[in-house]
């Protein structure tokens, strides 16, 4: 089957104050139509630079690798310039970004920033674009949406917010749906709901989800496959229920014991040692390697190809290399 989203290769670099940047480095994904990918791992590992390459969000000062190819719907994204890209981004693939906070217009109301997508990408007059922004704005569970299509961002709560956006995102009924940390500083009432709002969309809508999460708890009960990012890489891919039944990096699995649990009691929960490098410096050899509790000799020296565990599960680690004399160095 053809997927909706054929993410290839994607390599993006920055040049800054700190030197030579490599964010993404060869990630590879895809994306079926109807299913959801959550994309895990700290913050600076290349997530959201992933998500806006995507829909080519990323200023003039990001290169993108000639050999990096995104195909929706059969189509290369990269390929597309001024009204084909316009086309695209909103009406087919709609992003909820990260902080809704700084992504709403604080001097325009909520009401016309969704009826500005959808005059900008379907022909409806206004009164016909006001109901349907009224409508959205009930189907995302604004109480009384009539009355805070007149309203500010600024008199919402933050939960209101990222209701307003996945409204907004969801005004033109896009196949592909990108939600980069959809439940970020919201408690945990408030992610919940947001969560199982998304969930209920895309199934009433038929929609692809593209998940952009820290945490995977979030992806557990959302998400049909995950890849796990660090360092700019995708060193994990797997079926959800594989993932948490049998990871295999040792970064999943460090991510995975940092998650609560009701069935144990712990003073205290396992933390990662150390941080995410910069961009600017990532170690040689396995990038993971100075933070990893099964470092091998062969670790600080050598790039680790991603291995084929099983069908769709894959692992980018030197303890899944099962030749001869492996584990020697």
């Known amino acids: 089957m053809t997927p909706l989203l054929d993410v290839r290769d994607l390599t993006v670099e920055f040049d800054t104050a700190d030197g030579h940047a490599l964010a993404v480095d060869r990630v590879s994904f895809h994306i079926a139509a109807g299913e959801t990918l959550g994309i895990v791992g700290e913050s600076g590992c290349g997530k959201t630079v992933t998500a806006l390459s995507i829909l080519r969000l990323l200023d003039d000062e990001a290169v993108t690798s000639p050999s990096s190819a995104i195909v929706f719907d059969g189509t ?24 809704p906070g700084t ?35 009930d189907l995302v569970g604004i109480p009384d949406a009539a009355s805070r299509f007149t309203a ?11 209701r307003v956006m996945i409204a907004m995102a969801l005004s033109c009924e896009p196949q592909l749906l990108i939600a980069d940390e959809p439940t970020t500083a919201l408690d945990v009432t408030i992610q919940a709901q947001i969560l199982e709002l998304l969930q209920a969309l895309k199934g009433r809508l038929g929609m ?7 945490d995977l708890g979030v992806v557990a009960g959302s998400a049909d496959r995950v890849a796990v990012m660090y360092g700019g890489q995708i060193v994990e891919q797997a079926a959800t229920r594989e993932l948490f039944r049998n990871p295999q990096h040792p970064y999943t699995r460090a991510l995975l014991d940092a998650i609560p649990r009701l069935d144990v009691v ?37 790039v680790p190809p991603t291995f084929v565990l099983a069908p769709s599960h894959f692992s980018r680690c030197w303890l899944a290399d099962t030749s001869p004399g492996s584990r020697d160095g």
Request: overall charge positive.
């Open 76 to 99: 290369d994204i990269r390929r597309l310039d001024g009204e084909a890209l316009r086309a695209v981004r909103g009406a087919k693939i709609a992003m909820v970004f990260q902080e």
């Open 103 to 137: 992504s709403l217009n604080p001097v325009l109301t909520i009401g016309s920033q969704i009826t500005e997508a959808l005059h900008a990408h379907r022909t409806i007059d206004t009164g016909a674009a006001r109901a349907r922004a009224i409508a959205l704005l």
């Open 266 to 302: 712990t003073p205290r929960l396992p933390a990662i040692a150390g941080a995410v490098p910069p961009a600017t410096a990532w170690p040689a050899g396995c990038r993971f390697h100075p933070r990893c509790s099964q470092v091998l000799d062969r670790c600080s020296t050598d």
């Open 208 to 214: 692809a989800m593209l998940l952009i999460t820290h």
């Open 152 to 162: 500010y961002p600024h008199q919402l709560s933050g939960g209101m917010q990222q």
